[in-house]
C-alpha cells in the first residue's frame, strides 16, 4: 500500500511563518515532480474556507492546498479550535460543528480526536507522494505536550523529520531555538533535522557566526536564511498576523484614495475578505478599533465576526455604534457595508434563542437595516455564486454563519444566488438602501472578484465627484506561489532538505 513521504514544519511560537514555508515547499515539490499536499492536525484560527463538501477548515490549509494545486479538504485540516472568548471556542471536526467547548472540557475529548487526525492523515498518506505538515504555536509548550495532537506526537506517527522555524524579525531568535530545543525530551531532540531562520532583514553575511555557533551548539544544521519580504500577496493565517498584512505604503498626498475604515472587532473573522482592497492603489485601508480613530471615512465595513453579540456590544460600549449611526445618518456621502456578523449587527434585532453565543436571548442592533436575525444551532457552510442585483455581476464567495435573517421594507436584496452546494438555485441575499450607501451581505470573498470589487470601489469615487477607474486583475495566487517558491529556492539548501525527506 502506498504511504506518503511526510516532512513536518513546526515553530519556536505563533506567527514565526510555519504557515509561509508550508505553502512554499507545497509549490516547490509541486514544481518538482511530486503530487503534494498540506496537513494540520489541528488549527486555531478565525479565518477559514468552506470546501467544495460544505466543510469547514483554517484560511491557511486551503491557500496551502492552492500552492499545490489541488481542491482543499477536510482531511488537511481535521480539527479547527474558533475562539469564541478568551476561554471558550467552537470545535470543527472534520469540517462540522462539533460543539462548543472550554479549554479543560475540549482536552478530555481529544483521546477520541486523536483517531480522527490519525484517520485524516492516513487516507491523504495514500493518495500523495509527500504530505507537508504544520505544527502549532510552538511544540515546547510543557503544559500542552502531554495530550499534543499537533507537534512532535504527530511527527512521531507520521514518521515526519522535522524543521524548526525561527522569526529573526521579532529578536532573541538564537535563544529561542536554543530554549526550544532544550525543551524537548533526547528523542523529541533527534526528530529535529534542520533549522531555518525566517524573516531576516539585512546583510546575510552578518549571521555566519551566528549560525556557526548555533550549529555546533544545537548539532542540527540550519537549512537557511529566509528574507523579509513585502512583495509576494500570500494571504496571512488569522488575526496574529493583521497588522503585519496591512502594508505601509507611501501615498501620494495630491492623489484622490478612498478612505476604507474596517471595524477591528474583538472577534474579527475572515478578515482576508479584504485583502483584494488592501491591494488597490486608489484607497486607503485601516482597521479601527475605537470611536476617536474612525474620523470621516468614505467606507466603513463592520467585518465578520465569531461571536456576533459580544461584538455588538463591544461597539456600543467603545461608542463606535454611537459614531457609526450618526456618521451615516448626517452625511449623504458615506458607504457602510456589512458582512455575515456585520450584517446582523446593521439589523434592528438579533435572537439568541439557544444561546449560542452568550446567555442574552435578545438585543437591539444598530437599527441601519430593516432585518431581524435568529441565530440557529445548524451553521450554514456553503460555496456560492452570486449575482448582485443592481449591476448583474457575478461573484463567487462561501456562506459561514449560524443567523437566519429576514427582512421588509425600502431596502432591495444586494445578491441573488444562483449556486449553491454545486446546484443551481434561486434566493436573495443581503439588503441594500435605496441609494446604494448600506449593504449587508453573508457572503464573503465578495472582492475577490475584480469586476465586483472595482464596480463597487466606482459607485464610492463617482458620490465624491471622482471619476471612475478601469478594473485591475491585482492578484494572481498562482503567480504568487511561483514567487515565494523561488525565494525558498535561493535561500534554502534544498538538497539537503531532499535528503532529510528521503524522497
Same mark, same amino acid.
Not at 509549490?27 to 470546501?51: E, H, W
Given at each position: 500500500m502506498k504511504k506518503a513521504k511526510a516532512l513536518q514544519i513546526c515553530g519556536t511560537g505563533s506567527g514565526v511563518g510555519k504557515s509561509i514555508i508550508v505553502a512554499g515547499l507545497c509549490r516547490i515539490f509541486l514544481q518538482d515532480g511530486f503530487k503534494v499536499c498540506p496537513f494540520k492536525a489541528q488549527n486555531m484560527a478565525l479565518n477559514s474556507f468552506v470546501t467544495k463538501e460544505h466543510g469547514e477548515i483554517g484560511r491557511a490549509q486551503a491557500n496551502q492546498a492552492v500552492a499545490c494545486r489541488i481542491e482543499p479538504n477536510v482531511e488537511m485540516n481535521p480539527i479547527? /479550535?474558533? #475562539?469564541? *472568548?478568551?476561554?471558550?471556542?467552537? /470545535?470543527? @471536526?472534520?469540517? &462540522?460543528?462539533?460543539g462548543n467547548m472550554k479549554a479543560a472540557e475540549y482536552i478530555k475529548h481529544k483521546k477520541n480526536l486523536k483517531k480522527v487526525v490519525r484517520g485524516s492523515f492516513a487516507r491523504?498518506? +495514500?493518495?500523495?507522494?509527500?504530505?507537508?505538515?504544520? =505544527?502549532? =504555536? *510552538?511544540?515546547?509548550?510543557? $503544559?500542552?505536550?502531554?495530550?499534543?495532537?499537533? $507537534?512532535? %506526537?504527530?511527527?512521531?506517527?507520521?514518521?515526519?523529520?522535522?524543521?524548526?522555524?525561527?522569526?529573526?524579525?521579532?529578536?532573541? @531568535?538564537?535563544?529561542?531555538? @536554543? =530554549?526550544? !530545543?532544550?525543551?524537548l525530551s533526547k528523542e523529541e531532540r533527534k526528530m529535529i533535522k534542520g533549522i531555518i531562520i525566517n524573516k531576516f532583514r539585512g546583510d546575510k553575511s552578518l549571521l555566519s557566526p551566528a549560525i556557526k555557533f548555533l550549529e555546533k551548539r544545537l548539532k542540527i544544521k540550519v537549512l537557511g536564511v529566509v528574507p523579509y519580504f513585502k512583495d509576494i500577496k500570500i494571504p496571512e493565517e488569522d488575526s496574529v498576523s493583521l497588522e503585519e498584512s496591512i502594508p505601509n505604503r507611501k501615498y501620494d498626498l495630491n492623489e484622490k484614495y478612498i478612505d476604507v475604515a474596517v471595524i477591528k472587532l474583538p472577534h474579527i473573522s475572515n478578515f482576508t475578505d479584504f485583502d483584494a482592497l488592501e491591494k488597490e492603489n486608489d484607497l486607503v485601508l485601516r482597521y479601527v478599533r475605537n470611536s476617536e480613530e474612525l474620523n470621516s471615512p468614505d467606507l466603513i465595513i463592520i467585518p465578520g465576526t465569531k461571536n456576533t453579540i459580544s461584538d455588538l456590544e463591544y461597539l456600543k460600549v467603545s461608542g463606535l455604534a454611537g459614531k457609526i449611526i450618526s456618521y451615516i445618518r448626517s452625511n449623504s456621502s458615506p458607504f457602510l457595508l456589512g458582512v455575515c456578523g456585520g450584517y446582523q449587527m446593521l439589523g434592528k434585532k438579533i435572537f439568541d434563542k439557544y444561546h449560542l453565543e452568550s446567555a442574552i436571548e435578545e438585543i437591539n442592533g444598530l437599527g441601519l437595516l430593516p432585518i431581524r436575525t435568529h441565530l440557529v444551532k445548524d451553521k450554514v457552510l456553503n460555496q456560492v455564486k452570486a449575482r448582485e442585483v443592481s449591476s448583474g455581476i457575478e461573484i463567487f464567495?462561501?456562506? /459561514?454563519?449560524?443567523?437566519? *435573517?429576514?427582512?421588509?421594507?425600502? #431596502?432591495k436584496p444586494f445578491f441573488e444566488i444562483l449556486e449553491r452546494k454545486g446546484k443551481k438555485i &434561486?434566493?436573495?441575499?443581503?439588503?441594500? *438602501?435605496k441609494d446604494k450607501r448600506i449593504s449587508g451581505t453573508y457572503i464573503h470573498g465578495?472582492?475577490?472578484?475584480?469586476?465586483? +470589487?472595482?464596480?463597487? !470601489? %466606482?459607485?464610492?469615487?463617482?458620490?465624491? =465627484?471622482?471619476?471612475?477607474? #478601469?478594473?485591475? /486583475? $491585482?492578484?494572481? #495566487?498562482d503567480r504568487e506561489f511561483d514567487k515565494l517558491a523561488q525565494l525558498l529556492r535561493e535561500n534554502i539548501n534544498m538538497k539537503l532538505l531532499y535528503r532529510i525527506v528521503k524522497v
Amino acid at each position: 500500500m502506498k504511504k506518503a513521504k511526510a516532512l513536518q514544519i513546526c515553530g519556536t511560537g505563533s506567527g514565526v511563518g510555519k504557515s509561509i514555508i508550508v505553502a512554499g515547499l507545497c509549490r516547490i515539490f509541486l514544481q518538482d515532480g511530486f503530487k503534494v499536499c498540506p496537513f494540520k492536525a489541528q488549527n486555531m484560527a478565525l479565518n477559514s474556507f468552506v470546501t467544495k463538501e460544505h466543510g469547514e477548515i483554517g484560511r491557511a490549509q486551503a491557500n496551502q492546498a492552492v500552492a499545490c494545486r489541488i481542491e482543499p479538504n477536510v482531511e488537511m485540516n481535521p480539527i479547527l /479550535i474558533k #475562539p469564541t *472568548s478568551d476561554i471558550g471556542s467552537q /470545535i470543527i @471536526v472534520r469540517g &462540522k460543528p462539533y460543539g462548543n467547548m472550554k479549554a479543560a472540557e475540549y482536552i478530555k475529548h481529544k483521546k477520541n480526536l486523536k483517531k480522527v487526525v490519525r484517520g485524516s492523515f492516513a487516507r491523504l498518506s +495514500r493518495i500523495y507522494d509527500i504530505v507537508v505538515i504544520e =505544527g502549532a =504555536g *510552538s511544540p515546547a509548550e510543557i $503544559n500542552l505536550k502531554k495530550h499534543d495532537l499537533v $507537534n512532535m %506526537n504527530m511527527a512521531r506517527y507520521a514518521k515526519a523529520p522535522v524543521i524548526l522555524v525561527g522569526d529573526i524579525d521579532k529578536g532573541g @531568535v538564537f535563544a529561542w531555538l @536554543v =530554549g526550544t !530545543l532544550a525543551l524537548l525530551s533526547k528523542e523529541e531532540r533527534k526528530m529535529i533535522k534542520g533549522i531555518i531562520i525566517n524573516k531576516f532583514r539585512g546583510d546575510k553575511s552578518l549571521l555566519s557566526p551566528a549560525i556557526k555557533f548555533l550549529e555546533k551548539r544545537l548539532k542540527i544544521k540550519v537549512l537557511g536564511v529566509v528574507p523579509y519580504f513585502k512583495d509576494i500577496k500570500i494571504p496571512e493565517e488569522d488575526s496574529v498576523s493583521l497588522e503585519e498584512s496591512i502594508p505601509n505604503r507611501k501615498y501620494d498626498l495630491n492623489e484622490k484614495y478612498i478612505d476604507v475604515a474596517v471595524i477591528k472587532l474583538p472577534h474579527i473573522s475572515n478578515f482576508t475578505d479584504f485583502d483584494a482592497l488592501e491591494k488597490e492603489n486608489d484607497l486607503v485601508l485601516r482597521y479601527v478599533r475605537n470611536s476617536e480613530e474612525l474620523n470621516s471615512p468614505d467606507l466603513i465595513i463592520i467585518p465578520g465576526t465569531k461571536n456576533t453579540i459580544s461584538d455588538l456590544e463591544y461597539l456600543k460600549v467603545s461608542g463606535l455604534a454611537g459614531k457609526i449611526i450618526s456618521y451615516i445618518r448626517s452625511n449623504s456621502s458615506p458607504f457602510l457595508l456589512g458582512v455575515c456578523g456585520g450584517y446582523q449587527m446593521l439589523g434592528k434585532k438579533i435572537f439568541d434563542k439557544y444561546h449560542l453565543e452568550s446567555a442574552i436571548e435578545e438585543i437591539n442592533g444598530l437599527g441601519l437595516l430593516p432585518i431581524r436575525t435568529h441565530l440557529v444551532k445548524d451553521k450554514v457552510l456553503n460555496q456560492v455564486k452570486a449575482r448582485e442585483v443592481s449591476s448583474g455581476i457575478e461573484i463567487f464567495g462561501y456562506e /459561514i454563519h449560524h443567523g437566519i *435573517s429576514e427582512g421588509k421594507g425600502d #431596502p432591495k436584496p444586494f445578491f441573488e444566488i444562483l449556486e449553491r452546494k454545486g446546484k443551481k438555485i &434561486k434566493y436573495f441575499d443581503g439588503f441594500r *438602501s435605496k441609494d446604494k450607501r448600506i449593504s449587508g451581505t453573508y457572503i464573503h470573498g465578495l472582492f475577490d472578484t475584480d469586476t465586483f +470589487r472595482r464596480e463597487f !470601489l %466606482n459607485q464610492i469615487r463617482q458620490s465624491k =465627484g471622482w471619476q471612475p477607474l #478601469p478594473q485591475k /486583475i $491585482n492578484f494572481d #495566487p498562482d503567480r504568487e506561489f511561483d514567487k515565494l517558491a523561488q525565494l525558498l529556492r535561493e535561500n534554502i539548501n534544498m538538497k539537503l532538505l531532499y535528503r532529510i525527506v528521503k524522497v
